[in-house]
């Protein structure tokens, strides 16, 4: 039931919210753009969050958790999700004890990301129901919905949200808190959690009956629901492709879906067969559609030009009209570029005029592509730059070889730079190579997050800090090097050439806060040693 | 009643999410039905940046269409041009040069400066919006914003007055 209290929250806020009120405990994820709010506004209202090193142990940590009974949420962005996709398909077959909800956050027409895919994809492929919020509201009650429905029939579960969601804030009116009835305790269960064959056999065969009784379920649940209106045109349509339709066409019947995997086809079926005509609305692939089609039901999807980018409610009605005529093309505002006074500049400048083959990652840095730098050559994900580097040291010929570099940032090394290093020390290129790590102190990119290699967790408390430079030593790199980029007297430049001009192992590590986060930095430094003097008064007290 | 459509367009760094949040707060506290949203990310890097209010007694949609927006507000002349498309036949552009250089103490609250002139278009009170300054904002920026405020309202009314002789 609703309360009376109402409140305007962003989708992230709402989730986190109804993350407390279903009694999580634990929250984990890896920073990601449209994601990163969900989990420090958790810990804002008193939730345990903590960020992972990256999205695959955030998975991994969040499975535990539900083995031991409790409650989690692991948050991540949509390209975060291939990263976990190795447990994530596993983890279908297993029964899951405490609800374990994994909120999977898209950005189509890729705001801030590198690719457009659409993680609806996962909830077939992986075999796990997927809820769709269309706006705050059903944020928060589909997040408590998909803890019940992770207990009930004890499978991990998506909560597939976009920037509109994420992003927007629209009214919510939260209800009562809806705690798990199951109490953390272990209980053993070989069988039913260690995914050798034999044990694996049959756990595919559960989830797929678990699947058909879950569509089952869904033919009657509220989660799905029908506008009424005119006959003569149905809508179908998810997530906050419902609002732009109710707008664009107020006087069509809609069925809106919220539980969006397993479909609930009957009802689909008879919706379709109650409406003269009738046009699926989904933002980005023609998932829907096909399904639908496979079926033999007499749809419309919407033509491949409206596949790309987000949908919007001039956009609904042009496909509700059919007209593919070419678009206005949406406003060039002014690019992003690096901060005044960042360091990532000096590191840039330099690697121009060294005329470097940059193997790039993702991060603020990744902005050394533009002008007036240009100085990236590719970037293709997370930790990318250390294994393209090396494949491109590997097989161009020498003199081009000795040109590589590969750039890493802080976080992005955590997150998946380890093994491109142990890729390197074990298959090391003839001419040696040269991995930067551009270290900032901060996931800078996604706003400032905490990560292992800064010493401090997700609410800024200290934590123990990884030692980049002992790493990457103690996994057998020769020559490794910390240098500030903008003290002229540690000559970045100079040393780098001298890296690169050896044909060995290197690593270098730019070293200097961003210049966004240095006086937060010093905040919680400060705040740390206030508080260290108290201990220390009250120990000789 | 019809749905009140305002974008704020600017850079990064200039305060357009903090203005749609105190905007969007302000209508949610009169009562309406808010939605607003806004690209997060990139924005944070100097690039462009556009957030979307939308009020009214029912609002679906987050996102305002193109050439329907009431309000159009700029922080930064360079994105006056690019961003006018939204707004519809009629509506009203409050650009950074109606708040005059050198009258704000700070320059970085020329955001609530532009919201005082848009408050005199739209039917809140004066103390919602002071009340949304003071739940938004650190207590620290409540008098300079205050200020920017009141200063903002000023070149409302006057923009008002302007309007009303050009009808004449």
């Known amino acids: ?541 | 009643m019809a749905v009140t459509n305002i974008v704020l367009a600017g850079l990064g760094g200039q305060g357009v999410v903090k203005a749609s949040d105190l905007l969007s707060t302000t209508a949610f506290n009169a009562g309406f039905e808010v939605k607003k949203s806004e690209v997060h990310g990139m924005s944070q890097r100097g690039g462009s940046v556009t957030s979307d209010v939308r009020f009214g007694e029912k609002v679906l949609s987050p996102m305002v269409p193109m050439g329907e927006a009431d309000f159009l507000l700029v922080f930064e002349s360079s994105q006056v041009d690019i961003n006018r498309g939204w707004l519809k036949p009629g509506g009203v552009l409050i650009a950074p040069e109606a708040i005059p250089e050198g009258a704000l103490r700070n320059r970085k609250s020329l955001n609530v400066a532009i919201l005082g002139a848009l408050s005199v278009m739209l039917d809140f009170d004066e103390d919602q919006w002071i009340r949304s300054i003071h739940t938004c904002l650190a207590e620290k920026l409540h008098t300079v914003n205050e200020q920017a405020f009141a200063l903002g309202r000023e070149v409302g009314q006057k923009m008002g007055r302007a309007k009303e002789t050009e009808g004449v």
């Open chain 1, 1 to 541: 039931m609703a309360s009376t209290e109402r409140l305007l929250l962003s989708g992230n806020e709402a989730v986190a919210l109804a993350a407390l009120h279903a009694g999580v405990k634990l929250g984990t994820g890896y920073p990601g753009t449209p994601s990163t709010e969900i989990l420090e506004a958790f810990d804002l209202i008193g939730g345990p969050a903590q960020w992972a090193p990256n999205e695959k142990v955030a998975l991994e940590v969040a499975l535990g958790a539900s083995f031991a009974g409790a409650r989690s949420l692991t948050t991540m962005k949509h390209v975060g999700v291939n990263v976990a996709a190795d447990p994530l398909f596993t983890a279908a077959y297993i029964d899951m004890t405490g609800g374990l909800v994994l909120v999977s956050a898209d950005d189509p027409g890729m705001a801030s990301s590198q690719n457009e895919q659409d993680n609806r994809h996962y909830a077939r492929a992986a075999i796990v129901p997927m809820l769709e919020p269309a706006d705050a509201q059903e944020a928060y009650d589909f997040t408590l919905a998909a803890f019940e429905l992770s207990e009930r029939w004890k499978v991990p579960v998506i909560l597939r949200m976009t920037t509109r969601i994420c992003h927007a804030k629209t009214e919510v009116r939260p209800g009562p808190e809806r705690p798990s009835s199951i109490q953390p305790g272990y209980e053993r269960d070989i069988p039913g959690r260690v995914m050798i064959p034999a044990y694996a056999r049959p756990a595919h065969h559960k989830v797929r009956a678990k699947m058909e009784e879950i569509a089952q379920w869904n033919e009657q649940s509220d989660l799905n629901r029908i506008y009424p209106g005119d006959r003569s045109l149905g809508i179908i349509a998810s997530g906050v492709a419902v609002m732009h339709a109710r707008e664009a066409a107020p006087e069509a019947t809609m069925l809106a879906l919220g539980l969006t995997w397993p479909l609930p086809m009957q009802r689909i079926k008879e919706f379709v067969a109650s409406v003269d005509r009738c046009v699926i609305i989904e933002e980005g692939d023609h998932l829907l559609y096909e399904a639908l089609k496979v079926e033999g039901l007499d749809v419309e999807g919407k033509p491949e030009m409206y596949r790309f980018s987000e949908l919007n409610v001039p956009r609904v009605r042009r496909i509700l009209s059919g007209d593919t005529t070419p678009e206005a093309k949406p406003p060039r505002g002014k690019p992003p570029e690096l901060c005044k006074g960042c360091s990532h500049r000096e590191v840039f400048e330099a690697l121009s005029r060294m005329d470097c083959i940059v193997a790039g990652d993702i991060g603020c840095y990744t902005l050394g592509v533009l002008p007036p730098f240009e100085a990236m050559d590719t970037c293709v994900c997370m930790g990318a730059a250390i294994g393209v580097g090396l494949g491109l040291r590997h097989t161009l010929p020498d003199d081009q070889a000795r040109r590589v570099v590969s750039v890493i940032g802080d976080s992005t090394f955590v997150h998946s730079g380890l093994t491109g290093i142990a890729e390197m020390v074990y298959n090391p290129p003839p001419t040696g190579h040269v991995v930067l790590i551009v270290d900032n102190s901060t996931t800078a990119m996604t706003g400032r997050q905490e990560h292992p290699g800064t010493g401090r967790s997700l609410n800024h408390e200290p934590a123990n800090k990884m030692d980049f430079a002992a790493v990457c030593r103690a996994m057998g790199v020769k020559n490794v090097e910390v240098v500030d980029p903008q003290k002229p007297d540690e000559d970045f430049e100079g040393r780098l050439r001298a890296m690169m001009e050896k044909d060995e192992l290197s690593v270098m590590i730019a070293e200097r806060p961003c210049i966004l986060a240095a006086p937060l930095i010093r905040k919680f430094e400060k705040a740390q040693e206030e508080k260290q003097a108290q201990c220390a008064a009250a120990m000789t007290d």
